[in-house]
């Protein structure tokens, strides 16, 4: 009976991490490629934030934020292009304040956080020397992902008014922290951001990791994400790294997006087998959810999360919305 049992057991456990338990089905994308109203396109989205029922994305290329209904009709766009007051020279990461609707945007060109509300007034910026990845406003403060090769710290803790309330969040991997500095800043300089009710999260795109901190910016777990494709794109950039002698590094991401809900983290596999991989707050392998459609896998570039129970992902002039099944 024990014999049976395990291997029962063992079949799951092989059945969970080779083959796909659940799919994903396209429900809908936009801008529609019919749509003869103005602005209704995307040159090259790079964020979606779902508020109040309208998705907001971030459009670097046409310098602004574009606003859709929840259907993907587009509603409005959000600055424009410039260097000017309101104005955006490349708008790539932006969070926005759930309780009031106030959305900061970081504008790499122009050195600074624009601040506008969500009918589009701008109201004010705040100049940065920061290289931020991502941000995400939690409790009226601004948490962002921004190496510093300076004091060797991975996120920033900021008020509402641009002021700098700490630096934390130390390198933690042994072996690329052997690495030159010119190429150490590689691997730490893509962190996205996302939270729960308790927690804030990091996730690493080049690093198999998930670092847990409070509200308060207070570090309370490291996560090693167990998980085989993570492991040999780590591997292998270690190996291009080291073997590296030039000023740039081409690695490769394991992953291009992930978020955290009841309890699971979801993290967008750019590898083969495409999909969803569901882990858990130990790093272990729970689930993988495929593409129904493998097709439309290969095209997608960012996965923006879990927004009121769809996933929602980026391909290159699209926002793609998938349930599961």
Not at 6 to 30: D, Q, Y
Request: proline content about 3%; hydrophobic content about 40%.
């Amino acid at each position: 009976m024990k014999k049976r049992i395990l291997i029962l057991f063992l079949s799951l456990v092989i059945l969970v991490g080779a083959k796909p338990l659940r799919n994903l089905v396209l429900v809908r994308s936009f801008p529609d490629d019919n749509s003869t109203v103005p602005d209704d396109y995307l040159a090259s989205p790079y964020k979606v934030v779902k508020f109040n029922d309208h998705f907001i994305v971030s459009d670097a290329d046409s310098g602004c934020l574009k606003v859709f209904n929840n259907e993907g009709t587009f509603v409005r766009a959000i600055g424009r292009k410039g260097q000017g007051p309101g104005e955006f020279g490349n708008p790539y990461v932006f969070t926005i304040d759930k309780t009031c609707g106030i959305i900061y945007c970081f504008d790499s060109n122009n050195g600074r956080i624009a601040i506008f509300d969500f009918s589009g007034k701008f109201i004010g910026f705040i100049k940065t020397t920061l290289n931020i990845f991502d941000l995400i406003f939690v409790d009226d403060k601004l948490f962002l992902s921004a190496y510093n090769d300076v004091n060797k710290t991975l996120l920033v803790e900021m008020d509402k008014g641009g002021k700098i309330l700490k630096f934390f969040g130390l390198p933690l991997d042994e072996a690329v922290n052997r690495l030159p500095e010119k190429y150490r800043s590689y691997f730490y300089k893509a962190i996205t951001l996302d939270a729960d009710a308790n927690l804030i999260y990091a996730f690493f795109w080049y690093l198999p990791y998930i670092v847990e901190f409070d509200k308060s910016g207070e570090i309370k777990n490291t996560v090693k994400v167990d998980i085989k494709e993570a492991a040999a794109v780590y591997k292998k950039n270690l190996s291009a790294a080291s073997q590296r002698s030039g000023a740039r590094l081409d690695i490769k991401y394991w992953t291009k997006g992930a978020s955290v809900k009841d309890d699971n983290f979801y993290f967008y596999s750019v590898s083969s087998p495409a999909g969803l991989m569901v882990v858990d707050h130990k790093g272990r392998l729970m689930e993988r959810i495929g593409f129904k459609d493998k097709a439309t896998a290969g095209l997608l570039m960012i996965y923006s999360g879990l927004m009121d129970g769809e996933h929602v992902f980026i391909d290159s002039n699209w926002i793609k919305i998938f349930k599961e099944e």
